[in-house]
């Protein structure tokens, strides 16, 4: 018996690549199903995130299982297999365990140490389980990869410092505000990083967030998961001079808000441009009253956490070698893994 891995991650393969074969949450099921239908192909489970799509697998025959996970993902998503292939990487056996526990300890994730991915390594788990799609291979390498990203959190500083854009948002307006409590806050725009940073400001005690957005329907559907207020884009000029803090993250091609549209401010504004191109015209910082922030200001605090976390790199790795090799030994799967031929 071997362990697989296939897939492709956000160092392989761009969003549109990517977006093509990623696996709906709530057909995960259906999908593990659909994947353990295939010969060759013994037990499995599917991590599925914003910047992986990894297929893992238990098989007899590891060659013949890499032609079965990588025919399902292309059936599956409707894909011709030479479209897809250039982008795919495989691990197996003790290559793919040690792939997964650093995936799971966030040392492949785009910003490293990042927490959210031992939540989607443990749902995928979980998810496979319920559907009885593991087996025991599986089992004891998913259960000792969420044990050992645990460890390398605890014992490393690999996820120490705010990273997320959501968390280094709400940094930025703690220093600059010296707090996100009872601040009204207009958000531009619906996308994903509006819609992480609105679920963050209202847990942090926003006293009301309103969401402005070309499509009223999409700021509707928002708004009604925070119990945020929306306004119409084409009254946003009005409601610029009620907040305390703008947050803007558009996809428009030309500024949105320009100097002129923010002369009279009476009271201290903070602006944050998370848009590229820009959505605030830069000469909005010398109105008087006025602090503009834009990505570029943010990824200077986002590099310097990423820096710290990177020294602490080397020992994560050390740890998780010494894991990979005591698992094969304690659990005794170096019997059970098969020599890592093709990689």
Do not use: W
């Not at 500083?157 to 990273?163: A, L, M, N, R, V």
């Not at 005690?205 to 945020?228: P, T, W």
């Amino acid at each position: 018996m071997n362990i697989i891995i296939v897939g492709t991650n956000h160092r392989y393969s761009p969003i549109q690549i990517r977006e093509q074969f990623s696996f709906i949450k709530k057909k995960i099921k259906d999908a593990l199903s659909g994947m353990l239908n295939y010969k060759d192909i013994e037990a499995g489970v599917i991590l599925s995130t914003c910047n992986r799509v990894e297929l893992c697998a238990t098989a007899q025959n590891a060659k013949r299982a890499i032609v079965a996970l990588k025919e399902f993902l292309s059936d599956y998503h409707h894909r011709q297999l030479s479209t897809i292939e250039p982008y795919l990487y495989t691990y197996i056996g003790k290559e793919a365990i040690r792939h997964l526990f650093r995936v799971a300890s966030g040392l492949d994730s785009q910003i490293t140490g990042e927490s959210q991915i031992l939540e989607q390594v443990r749902y995928a788990y979980q998810e496979a389980r319920m559907v009885e799609a593991t087996d025991r291979l599986l089992d004891t390498i998913f259960d000792n990869a969420i044990r050992v990203s645990l460890r390398v959190r605890q014992e490393t500083g690999i996820s120490e410092g705010k990273i997320s854009i959501a968390s280094t948002v709400a940094e930025l307006i703690k220093s600059k505000c010296g707090s996100i409590k009872n601040k009204k806050i207009l958000i531009i725009g619906v996308g994903k990083i509006s819609q992480l940073l609105t679920l963050y400001l209202k847990e942090e005690g926003a006293r009301a967030v309103f969401i402005a957005n070309r499509s009223y329907e999409k700021a509707l559907r928002l708004a009604f998961q925070i119990n945020a207020k929306v306004i119409r884009f084409d009254g946003l000029k009005e409601k610029l001079k009620d907040a305390d803090i703008i947050i803007s993250a558009t996809a428009s091609p030309h500024s949105i808000l320009k100097k002129e549209d923010l002369q009279g401010i009476k009271k201290p504004l903070l602006i944050i441009d998370l848009a590229v191109p820009r959505d605030v015209d830069p000469q909005v910082k010398y109105i008087k009253g006025v602090s503009l922030f834009c990505l570029d200001d943010l990824g200077f605090i986002i590099e310097n956490n990423l820096q710290n976390r990177r020294q602490h790199i080397p020992l994560a790795t050390d740890i998780i070698n010494k894991e990979v090799e005591n698992l094969c030994l304690t659990e005794c799967l170096e019997s059970e893994l098969e020599p890592a031929c093709l990689l």
